[in-house]
């Protein structure tokens, strides 16, 4: 999928690595994100060689499937995720407790479920790169661990309020976030908080 620079103008394709030791499932994801306008730059059968393969290549996004040979798919997503390669989407047909929390716990952005279907993919891998965005900005910006955490928990209720509030899509809620934030030369912190207590009085309405 190409993107779009602040002119409209095209710019390049998203560049997508896959990791997936099934040989059906690669050629099928292969063939929908190329009919969805990806530049797939790369292919995996192991989670050691994905992890070479991402620091060699630089992609934009990859996609790994959790069972792999070598190394599996939420090891290799932690390694990758530390080194600020890019955001890691995991393809799985498991949704177990200890593989969800692991993944989270690597920094992993989003997922998609086998048997996926076509149209679940470009959202999916839209989501990931949205978070990895957010968590990108929210990282130059606050630097203290805990400040991190209290900043991300007022930054998901107040992206919730003006998603329920104004129709917004995740993403268009923290970029309307970080605007007021840019606007005002505050913190993003603090728009969060007034967001929140501004929703919070009677008939309360954000801007």
């Excluded at 394709?13 to 009919?35: F, G, I, N, S, Y």
């Excluded at 797939?40 to 069972?67: K, Y």
């Excluded at 839209?126 to 630097?143: C, Q, S």
Aim: proline letters at 4%; glycine letters at 4%.
């Amino acid at each position: 999928m190409t993107q779009e620079s602040p002119a409209g103008t095209e710019l390049a394709p998203r560049r997508v690595l896959m990791a997936e030791d099934e040989t059906m499932t690669r050629m099928d994801l292969h063939a929908v994100l190329t009919k969805g306008g990806y530049d797939v730059v790369g292919e995996a059968i192991d989670g050691r060689s994905a992890v070479e393969l991402a620091r060699a290549l630089r992609p934009d996004v990859a996609i790994f499937d959790i069972e792999m040979p070598e190394m599996d798919g939420i090891q290799a997503a932690k390694l990758i995720i530390d080194e600020h390669i890019c955001p890691v989407l995991l393809l799985t047909a498991y949704s177990d407790r200890e593989r969800v929390e692991r993944a989270r716990d690597a920094g992993v952005m989003a997922y998609l479920v086998k048997p996926f279907q076509e149209r679940e993919v470009a959202p999916a891998i839209e989501v990931a790169l949205a978070r990895y965005d957010e968590k990108r900005i929210l990282d130059l910006e606050v630097t203290d661990m805990r400040d991190k955490y209290e900043t991300r928990k007022l930054l998901d209720r107040a992206k919730g309020i003006l998603m329920e509030q104004k129709n917004l899509t995740e993403a268009e809620a923290f970029r309307r976030i970080q605007k007021m934030s840019m606007n005002t030369r505050r913190p993003m912190k603090d728009i969060a908080q007034a967001i929140i207590i501004t929703s919070d009085r009677p008939n309360g309405q954000t801007e």
